[in-house]
């Protein structure tokens, strides 16, 4: 709990460079490949924007300027990008065992935070 918020900038600093492999890889087989869907592209996009948003008001000037904006910010937040990975790994989950495994791994790792929220 002491560096989450290092956790948190560091998931978001990986994610950097992955959208730009996305960006670069989409470029680069625009001429006539399949292309994102605009669903990808809207809900995949929001997952960019909130992890961004996070990242940058992830320091104590953002969290006393934001007061209980910040924490609303980083509570749809998080549950925007776990809705993105889960929406991401549950479309093939039938046919590949990795996602299999962590569509039920994102599925259970709301277990604590719903429990959480019910307990107060």
């Known amino acids: 709990m002491a560096n989450r918020r290092y956790l948190g900038l560091s998931v978001a600093a990986s994610h950097w460079w992955h959208l730009v492999a996305i960006v670069t890889l989409v ?7 399949p292309g994102i869907s605009p669903l990808t592209k809207l809900f995949g996009g ?5 992890l961004g948003l996070m990242a940058i008001t992830s320091n104590d000037a953002s969290q006393r300027a934001l007061g209980r904006g910040w924490r609303r910010l980083h509570l749809v937040g998080i549950w925007v990008v776990w809705l993105d990975f889960i929406f991401t790994y549950s479309g093939t989950a039938t046919i590949a065992p990795f996602h299999t495994v962590m569509t039920l791994l994102f599925a259970v790792a709301v277990i604590p935070r719903a429990a959480a929220y019910w307990t107060r």
């Open 27 to 33: 470029n680069w087989y625009s001429a006539g490949g």
């Open 46 to 50: 929001a997952g960019f924007v909130m």
